[in-house]
Structure formats: structure tokens, C-alpha cells
């Protein structure tokens, strides 16, 4: 069955400390890949994106991921964490065949301790 | 520029109701989708429609349904509420229906079924 297993529900992380989320997928085949965070209240913004290429992506904020396809892994990293990165971080895909239809993972979220 | 915009932002309901959800998207974009976020899960994806018509549907029963106006702007109609409708209901729009481009999400409507 197709799916995208985030393993981790809660991460706590001090302010300047490096942060990383995992994300694993299982498709027949390598999918697009996308993070999103999500702010209380607010809607879900897209941080990165994978379709092809290069397989360290670089996003907004400061944020990067690598695709390691033997892994079948997508993981999310910041170097050096702000207060403001607390949020809930979602791993998300979409199936080659059907772009359209983005598949998430269940979320991590994200605190910052000063 | 706006952003997508989602009416109303917090709906109480009670069971056996019907409920019709608001959404409109950035505009020059022709597709919007939908999904439903319940609380401590990620989005699962409802609904996508492009130039007025149905692109795809995730797995949901018959009693959640949705159009798409001739402006672009959508809506998503549910009957027969359960309580386990209760949920963040998310739209996004995008371009069109590939995901080169990227899916912009709303703020939501937090529909609580009593």
C-alpha cells in the first residue's frame, strides 16, 4: 500500500540548535515530495518541493531536504533553529501518475525551547 | 495579492445537517482542491476540480460532493453530518493541475459537528 510514514509525532529542539525531520514513503515508484509547515490558525505553506535532479533541495527559511532514494527517505533540515520554526512540519506526496492528489504524512510538530 | 480565501473560518453544526464550505482561489489560478485535516492527522485530499470540472476524488463517501464556478471559485457541499465529519476543512488552488507549479493552501474552515 502506498503510503508516508512521518516517525516522528513531537520533536523539541533549543533556539540554535540544528533540526531534522524524517519523512519515508513507500510508492511504486519515486513520487514529487513536498514539506509544508503549518502555523496555528493558519493554513499550510510549502517550504520545499523534489520532483527531480539535484537531490539536496534547498527552501524558504532556511530550510533544506535530501532525497535518498535507496532509503526512500525525504528528510527536512535546519541548520540552526528560530523560535519562530515552532510549528506542525508535514511531509507530503504526490504519485507520478497523479500530480494532482497530494498524500501527507500525519505531522510532526515542532517546539523550540528558548 | 490575495491568497486563497476560505468561508466561513469556524461552523457548528449538528448531526444529520448539511453544511456547503467556500473557497476562492488566487486569482488567474483554475484549480482548486480540497481537503479534509482532522484534528492530529495530516490533510487527506477530498476533491480536485479544474476548469469547472472533477479531476479526482480521494476516498470519501458520496455525501461530501463539490463544484466548481464558472469564476473558479469552489464549493463543498456535506450532508448527513456525522460527527466525525468534525474536522479542518483546506482549500488550495494552484495554476492548473500539474504540480510544477505548487498548491496554495487557505486558512481553513474548522467545522465542528455536535
Known amino acids: 500500500a502506498q503510503s508516508v510514514t512521518q516517525p516522528d509525532i513531537h520533536i523539541t529542539v533549543s533556539e540554535g540548535a540544528s533540526l531534522e525531520l524524517r519523512c519515508n514513503y513507500s510508492?511504486?515508484?519515486?513520487?514529487?515530495l513536498f514539506w509544508y509547515v503549518q502555523s496555528p490558525g493558519q493554513g499550510l505553506q510549502l517550504l520545499l518541493k523534489?520532483?527531480?535532479?539535484?537531490?539536496l533541495v534547498q527552501g524558504i527559511k532556511g530550510f533544506e531536504a535530501e532525497f535518498k532514494r535507496s532509503q526512500s527517505s525525504f528528510n527536512l533540515r535546519k541548520p540552526s533553529v528560530h523560535w519562530s520554526d515552532a510549528a506542525e512540519y508535514f511531509c507530503?506526496?504526490?504519485?507520478?501518475?497523479?500530480?494532482?492528489?497530494?498524500?501527507f504524512g500525519a505531522g510532526t510538530t515542532v517546539t523550540v525551547r528558548a | 495579492d490575495a491568497g486563497v480565501t476560505q468561508s466561513p473560518t469556524h461552523l457548528i453544526k449538528t448531526r444529520g445537517q448539511q453544511v456547503t464550505l467556500r473557497c476562492s482561489p488566487i486569482?488567474?489560478?483554475?484549480?482548486v482542491s480540497w481537503y479534509q485535516q482532522v484534528l492530529g492527522q495530516g490533510p487527506q485530499f477530498i476533491f480536485q476540480?479544474?476548469?469547472?470540472?472533477?479531476?479526482g476524488r480521494g476516498n470519501f463517501p458520496d455525501r461530501f460532493s463539490a463544484r466548481q464556478f464558472p469564476n473558479y471559485s469552489s464549493e463543498l457541499n456535506v450532508n448527513a453530518l456525522l460527527l466525525g465529519d468534525s474536522a479542518l476543512y483546506l482549500c488550495?488552488?494552484?495554476?492548473?493541475?500539474?504540480?510544477?507549479?505548487?498548491?496554495?493552501f487557505g486558512p481553513g474552515t474548522r467545522l465542528t459537528v455536535t
Open positions: 523534489y520532483f527531480s535532479g539535484d537531490t
Open positions: 507530503a506526496v504526490a504519485p507520478f501518475s497523479n500530480d494532482y492528489k497530494l498524500s
Open positions: 488550495a488552488s494552484s495554476l492548473g493541475t500539474a504540480l510544477s507549479g505548487e498548491q496554495y
Open positions: 476540480y479544474y476548469e469547472k470540472e472533477e479531476r
Open positions: 486569482s488567474g489560478h483554475k484549480s
Open positions: 510508492y511504486g515508484a519515486t513520487p514529487y
